[in-house]
């Protein structure tokens, strides 16, 4: 069954620290890889999109890394702001099904000033 | 939220009463969908449409309709047949095929049956 697997669940860091968010997914086959940052009770909004030949993707403070070998991927946020508090929800294509992403629940980032 | 609008924002109902959420977009994109947000869970995809008068059932359709008849609008209708219809509701969009494009979401609409 094609999965996506996020932890942790939830993590309170404080501003200025570093963080890493992971996700593993069992979906095959593999198209690509996003992370999308959510705030609370707004839409997402795209962080990243990676194919299977990229390791690594920045965006600003942001930084995706995949490992197809693995299925796993990471996403670090550097010098954390208290905008940076919202979920982070990793999405899989499988690449053969029709506009079916696969969504995982995502991890709750609080920063505390 | 990239030009797309979803109203209203927070949506109470009886139950037993069916009730539309609007969705218009501006981003002239071809595919439009609906998802379901519920704690703890995924994003899980209601409907979607490729294209003007044409849509096609997402994993947990049942209890649910849509209507595709202009290109910037895909409303969504909650019926009295949908069980469990209290959730957060996203409205995205897309130049084309999700897959291979971009999801732009917009700012949601909190429903609330009781």
């Known amino acids: 069954k094609n999965q996506v697997e996020q932890s942790p669940q939830s993590l309170i860091i404080l501003e200025g620290k570093n963080c890493t968010l992971q996700c593993n997914y069992t979906v095959s086959p593999f198209s690509n890889l996003r992370w999308y940052k959510q705030d609370t009770g707004r839409g997402p909004v795209s962080l990243t999109i990676?194919?299977?030949s990229e390791n690594t993707k920045s965006n600003g403070r942001y930084t995706a890394t995949l490992d197809a070998d693995t299925k796993q991927s990471s996403l670090h946020i550097t010098a954390s702001q208290l905008s940076d508090s919202a979920s982070y929800i990793c999405v899989v294509n499988p690449g053969d099904s029709n506009y079916q992403l696969i969504w995982g629940a995502g991890t709750k980032l609080i920063i505390k000033p | 939220d990239g030009g797309i609008t979803q109203s209203p924002k927070y949506l109470f109902r009886k139950e037993g009463q069916n009730v539309t959420l609007s969705c218009e977009q501006n981003?002239?994109?071809?595919?439009m969908y609906w998802y379901r947000q519920d704690p703890g869970q995924g994003l899980r995809l209601i409907y979607y449409s490729q294209i003007v008068n044409d849509f096609q059932k997402g994993d947990i359709a049942e209890g649910y309709s849509v209507s595709r008849e202009k290109k910037e609008s895909f409303p969504l209708t909650v019926t009295s047949a949908q069980k469990n219809p209290t959730a957060f509701y996203l409205c995205?969009?897309?130049?084309?095929?999700?897959?291979?494009?971009?999801?732009?979401f917009g700012p949601g609409t909190r429903l609330t049956v009781t």
């Open positions: 981003l002239n994109h071809d595919a």
């Open positions: 995205a969009s897309s130049i084309g095929d999700s897959l291979l494009y971009e999801q732009y």
């Open positions: 990676m194919t299977f």
